[in-house]
């Protein structure tokens, strides 16, 4: 999958299991290292950070409804580390009780850091 999505063609679509945007990150490294002896992780994390663009974490909560938790950019590698810029949370309000999860997803503080790709395919709007 991984080598698929770095052929130099947008548009790669892929799930994952995990339970936060930064799990999945692991999870994908010890699947790619698992395939792949002797490749080094920092490679492994380059090539992820290469690929992935957005990551998109839904979640079965306590009330068994699935909801969208977070929307996170992936901005790159650096000093050892995939960067990640969450976009959305999901937040939990007032309303929610123990049976009954109750909230939104909120646009967090974070501009966009790889906006130039939304604009190279025709995006105008807002941001």
């Known amino acids: 999958m991984l080598q698929a999505m770095n052929t130099g063609h947008d548009g790669s679509l892929s799930t994952g299991h995990a339970n936060s945007?930064?799990?999945?990150?692991?999870?994908l490294e010890t699947m790619v290292l698992q395939g792949a002896e002797g490749l080094p992780l920092e490679a492994v994390r380059q090539q992820i950070a290469s690929?992935?663009?957005?990551?998109?974490?839904?979640?079965?909560?306590?009330d068994k409804s699935r909801k969208t938790m977070e929307i996170t950019e992936v901005v790159g590698y650096e000093d050892g580390k995939i960067r990640l810029n969450p976009l959305y949370?999901?937040?939990?309000?007032?309303?929610?009780?123990?049976h009954k999860v109750s909230g939104r997803l909120e646009r967090t503080k974070n501009p966009l850091a790889r906006?130039?790709?939304?604009?190279?395919?025709?995006?105008?709007g807002d941001l």
């Open 89 to 98: 949370v999901f937040r939990e309000d007032e309303n929610s009780t123990l």
């Open 115 to 124: 906006e130039f790709k939304l604009r190279a395919s025709g995006y105008t």
């Open 21 to 27: 945007t930064q799990d999945m990150l692991s999870r």
């Open 51 to 62: 690929a992935v663009d957005i990551i998109i974490h839904l979640s079965r909560l306590r």
